[in-house]
T-cell receptor, first 111, second 113 residues
């Protein structure tokens, strides 16, 4: 069955530190892959997406993600985290029929 | 562009009442979906539609109905509200048959007492 796994429920980083949020997908072919961010009380906002081609994709707010086919992973990264990045992050995959979301990773940023 | 508009933003229902959550998008997206979000469970798909007149069930369809008479609108109906339906509901739409990624509405927070 298709699925998206975010193994880290909660991550805490210091402001200015680097960030990596993990995402793994389970699907026979390479799906379309997405990262979304949700601030408290808000809807989800698209950070970036991967369809094909270059394995490193750039998104908004200084985020990037790397697709690794061999590991079925699509990890989100940011070189230097800002306090305003504190939010919930969701990885998602679209398989041509349905979207599948991970359960989210909550990011706390400490000063 | 307004994007995806959900109404109401907040609603309190009594057990057994029915209501309709409205969702409208002005981006001419074919693909629309309804999700519920509960703590620790992420987003769960209730129903989705790949175009006007076509709907299908998602992961948690029981207790909900949808219809898609126009491209723009995708209302979600709660037939007989139960406390287990207390949740935050999100409507989302997508271009390119879903491959364009979702645009989400701002959500409806529903409490059933």
């Amino acid at each position: 069955a298709q699925s998206v796994t975010q193994p880290d429920i909660h991550i805490t980083v210091s402001e200015g530190a680097s960030l990596e949020l993990r995402c793994n997908y389970s699907y026979g072919a390479t799906p379309y892959l997405f990262w979304y961010v949700q601030s408290p009380g808000q809807g989800l906002q698209l950070l970036l997406k991967y369809f094909s081609g270059d394995t490193l994709v750039q998104g908004i707010k200084g985020f990037e993600a790397e697709f690794k086919r061999s590991q079925s992973s699509f990890n989100l990264r940011k070189p230097s985290v800002h306090w305003s990045d504190a939010a919930e992050y969701f990885c998602a995959a679209f398989t041509g029929n349905q979207f599948y979301f991970g359960t989210g990773t909550s990011l706390t940023v400490i000063p | 562009n307004a994007g995806v508009t959900q109404t109401p933003k907040f609603q309190v229902l009594k057990t057994g009442q029915s209501m309709t959550l409205q969702c409208a998008q002005d981006m001419n997206h074919e693909y629309m979906s309804w999700y519920r979000q509960d703590p620790g469970m992420g987003l769960r798909l209730i129903h989705y539609s790949v175009g006007a007149g076509i709907t299908d069930q998602g992961e948690v369809p029981n207790g909900y109905n949808v219809s898609r008479s126009t491209t723009e609108d995708f209302p979600l109906r709660l037939l007989s509200a139960a406390p287990s339906q207390t949740s935050v509901y999100f409507c989302a739409s997508s271009s390119q048959g879903g491959a364009g990624g979702y645009t989400f509405g701002s959500g409806t927070r529903l409490t059933v007492v």
